[in-house]
């Protein structure tokens, strides 16, 4: 009985390895991006973060959230094939908001097995 419980563990640990191997990887080249001195009443600044899906399976961008309305992403919305790269831009809009430092996050919703991945946008609105 033991032998089989250690066989059915076995094989239920190299499936979930292979799923594991099966599956979209999002590398970004950088996680954050300093936009430094900004004048406040810029209508909209922006800054791209470029990816590669480093996995063996399609990446599928979910959909992102951002912690302020003056924020805004573009992601690609159509399926990133293993090896190819992409762009997410992230577009931040100073006169929305007091003049001053800012530090704002963007979470992004894949297909990896993460699930969520984190970006940062600062600066200061002068």
């Given at each position: 009985?033991?032998?089989?419980?250690?066989?059915?563990?076995?094989?239920?640990?190299?499936?979930?390895?292979?799923?594991?191997?099966?599956?979209?990887?999002?590398?970004?080249?950088?996680?954050?991006?300093?936009?430094?001195?900004?004048?406040?009443?810029?209508?909209?600044?922006?800054?791209?973060?470029?990816?590669?899906?480093?996995?063996?399976?399609?990446?599928?961008?979910?959909?992102?959230?951002?912690?302020?309305?003056?924020?805004?992403?573009?992601y690609p919305r159509k399926p990133t094939l293993p090896g190819a790269?992409?762009?997410?831009?992230?577009?931040?809009?100073?006169?929305?908001?007091?003049?001053?430092?800012?530090?704002?996050?963007?979470?992004?919703?894949?297909?990896?097995?993460?699930?969520?991945?984190?970006?940062?946008?600062?600066?200061?609105?002068?």
């Amino acid at each position: 009985m033991k032998r089989i419980i250690a066989i059915l563990i076995f094989v239920l640990s190299v499936c979930g390895v292979s799923a594991q191997s099966n599956a979209p990887v999002l590398q970004l080249d950088t996680l954050e991006y300093n936009f430094g001195d900004i004048p406040h009443k810029s209508p909209q600044v922006s800054c791209e973060f470029e990816f590669r899906n480093t996995g063996s399976a399609p990446l599928v961008f979910i959909k992102s959230t951002t912690s302020c309305t003056c924020t805004k992403v573009e992601y690609p919305r159509k399926p990133t094939l293993p090896g190819a790269t992409g762009k997410i831009v992230v577009i931040y809009e100073p006169s929305k908001k007091e003049s001053g430092v800012f530090y704002k996050e963007i979470d992004l919703y894949t297909n990896t097995p993460q699930k969520r991945h984190t970006l940062i946008i600062r600066g200061r609105a002068i």
